[in-house]
């Protein structure tokens, strides 16, 4: 898998230091966890397992993988006073605000005190990220207090019961599971990055991790699975795809959900969700949405040889088990908790403050003139 040519801006194509955690468009299938194809991992691996992997760079045996889950049972109720700033955030928030604030909020109750909790401090997001989404939906939108425990085992699972109310599906537990898996990690990515810059200060994990999420919640990251939603909702039919982004494109829109910043003719991840997305769209019995997504992947890569990033079919994916749209980046955000949280602990293990120079492009030097002569 090629990279890209190098450039300046953006950063592109610069190392800013090593990661043993993940490799991007380098072996494999494109996406390597630790050594480990993220096919791989999507096939013969639970998120639970990714999670451990990511935080103690081995996957567990059945012992230890009984032993983390049992623990991640324990982290997932959340504390009152947090569930008091949930049921104030209004409905109309960004959800990303919700995420951004619940663990913020969540760091002034429960602080890392110092880096020896680090890892109950990660996991204690892992596990109540979805209560931390869900509470705050169902009680804004629905005014309903749900209960923040329920009896699936999964990250997945719980995340969905919590949403609906109802047992899922065995098929909508898979998805989630390697959803989660799929954005679990990509190695020097925006919000992983603002992670280990924050990191880097010997900052506390909780504001590492917020830090991130403010990253994440942008269109050109996170957001664009959301976009891409927004966008294949208002397409009538794969004929009506194309002539309509035939339009965009001429208007020189960003057509979300489309091309990578290190990638440079497919993501591995987009051929695993696509698949899952066919099987919902068979299960759901209205097959539409997936269809005029695959007319819009035909025609990108037709007319600019542009091809689908991991988010664009997470949209028809995410549609068809019923989550609603404004969740979908706050989902984004209980699976790539793992990777910062894993990069936040790299960086602190072998720390020097992240401080680069810049090109000055400004004015040459000159004098103050006071300001009544101005
Ligand atoms: N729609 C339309 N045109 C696109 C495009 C898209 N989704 N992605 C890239 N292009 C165009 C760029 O505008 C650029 O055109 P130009 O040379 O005429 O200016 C050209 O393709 C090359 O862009 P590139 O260098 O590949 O993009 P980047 O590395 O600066 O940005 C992204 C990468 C991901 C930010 C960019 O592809 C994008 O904005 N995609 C949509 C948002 C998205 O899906 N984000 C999720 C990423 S996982």
Same mark, same amino acid.
């Given at each position: 898998?090629a ?8 950063l592109?194509? @610069?190392s800013?230091?090593?990661t ?12 390597? &966890? ?8 999507a096939?013969n691996a639970?998120?639970e397992?990714?999670?451990y992997?990511?935080f ?13 889950k049992?623990?991640?049972?324990t982290?997932?109720?959340l ?9 104030l955030i209004?409905?109309?928030?960004h ?12 760091g ?5 005190? *110092?880096?020896?909790?680090q890892?109950t401090a ?7 990220f979805p ?5 705050? &939906?169902?009680?804004?939108h629905?005014?309903?207090?749900i209960?923040c425990m329920t ?8 995340f969905l019961?919590l949403?609906?109310?109802d047992a ?21 990515n925006?919000s ?10 010997l900052?506390?994990m &909780?504001?590492?991790?917020t830090?991130a999420i403010?990253?994440?919640r942008g269109?050109?990251?996170?957001g ?5 939603? *927004?966008?294949? @909702?208002?397409f009538s039919s ?5 002539? @309509?982004?035939a339009?965009?494109?001429?208007r ?13 003719d497919?993501d591995?991840?987009?051929v695993i969700?696509?698949a ?5 769209g068979?299960?759901f ?5 997936? *269809?005029?997504?695959?007319a819009?992947e ?10 689908c990033?991991? *988010?664009?079919?997470?949209?028809s994916?995410? &549609? ?10 706050p ?5 790539r908790?793992t990777?910062?949280a894993?990069?936040?602990?790299e960086?602190?293990?072998n ?5 680069p120079s ?15 002569q101005?």
């Open positions: 898998m990279e890209k040519k190098l450039s300046g801006a953006g592109r194509g @610069q800013a230091g090593e043993k955690l993940c490799t991007v468009g380098k072996s494999g299938s494109g996406l390597t &966890y630790c050594g480990y194809d993220v096919s791989d991992l096939d639970t998120f397992e990714v999670a992997l990511l103690n760079g081995e996957l567990p045996n059945q012992a230890q993988l009984d032993s983390y049992a623990e991640l049972l982290h997932r109720d504390p009152e006073a947090l569930k008091t700033v949930l049921k209004p409905a109309d928030a959800p990303m605000d919700v995420m951004r604030t619940g663990c913020s909020f969540l002034n109750l429960e602080p890392e005190v *110092d880096f020896s909790e890892h990660s996991n204690r997001l892992l596990a109540a209560a931390i989404m869900c509470f705050w &939906y169902k009680y804004s629905d005014g309903v207090e209960n009896d699936e085992d999964s990250i997945g699972g719980h019961k949403l609906t109310g899922p599906s065995e098929l909508h537990r898979k998805v989630m599971d390697v959803s989660l898996i799929l954005y679990a990690e990509h190695e020097f925006a992983t990055f603002t992670a280990r810059v924050c990191a880097s200060t900052s506390d &909780y504001s590492c991790v830090g403010g990253s994440l269109p050109l990251h996170g664009a699975n959301e976009a891409a939603m *927004d966008m294949i @909702q208002k794969p004929a009506d795809a194309k002539v @309509q982004m339009g965009m494109l001429e020189k829109e960003k057509i979300m959900g489309f091309g990578h910043a290190i990638y440079s497919s591995p991840r987009n969700i696509k899952w997305s066919e099987k919902l068979q299960e019995g209205d097959s539409s949405l997936y *269809d005029i997504s695959v819009c035909e025609y990108m890569w037709d007319t600019k040889k542009l091809f990033n991991a *988010d664009f079919f997470h949209a994916a995410y &549609y068809y088990m019923g989550i609603p749209t404004k969740l979908f980046t989902i984004f955000v209980c699976s908790l990777g910062w894993a990069h936040i602990m960086q602190r293990s720390n020097r403050i992240i401080r810049a090109d000055y492009v400004g004015s040459e030097p000159r004098k103050v003139t006071v300001i009544s101005r």
